[in-house]
């Protein structure tokens, strides 16, 4: 069975910091480029990051640039997202999804994702 879990959110205050992790099961995300997304309520799915299967590659959305860091671990079938200096509009639920190294369109391109989360919540509030 493919499924791919998150594990990590909660509640932090701003300016604070959470670690989301995403494991996989029933495939190997060797052969696989991973996106972290996330859904604010009443807001659309975006794009918050990706690295490429290798880890050689990392692209971030603007709104989080230098405040967020993808990384993964092969060996552990997982990949992870360290959210540093928290805000506010940070807050919605968090998806980790994986596709096919082979697709080569924008890694924003929900469609193009194979495998998708559940979510899992992230609540940034004083």
């Known amino acids: 069975q493919v499924e791919l879990v998150e594990s990590g959110g909660g509640s932090v205050q701003p300016g604070g910091s959470l670690r989301l992790s995403c494991v996989a099961s029933?495939?190997?995300?060797?052969?696989?480029?991973m996106g972290w997304f996330r859904q604010a309520p009443g807001k659309e799915r975006e794009g918050v990051s990706y690295?490429?299967?290798?880890?050689?590659?990392?692209f971030y959305a603007d709104s989080v640039k230098g405040r967020f860091t993808i990384s993964r671990d092969n060996s552990k079938n997982m990949i992870n997202l360290r959210m540093n200096s928290l805000k506010p509009e940070d807050t919605a639920v968090y998806y980790c999804?994986?596709?096919?190294?082979?697709?080569?369109?924008?890694?924003?391109?929900?469609?193009?994702?194979?495998?998708w989360g559940q979510g899992i919540q992230v609540t940034v509030s004083s």
């Open positions: 999804a994986a596709r096919a190294i082979k697709d080569g369109s924008k890694w924003s391109h929900q469609i193009s994702y194979d495998y």
């Open positions: 029933g495939f190997s995300l060797n052969y696989y480029n």
């Open positions: 690295i490429t299967s290798t880890g050689g590659s990392t």
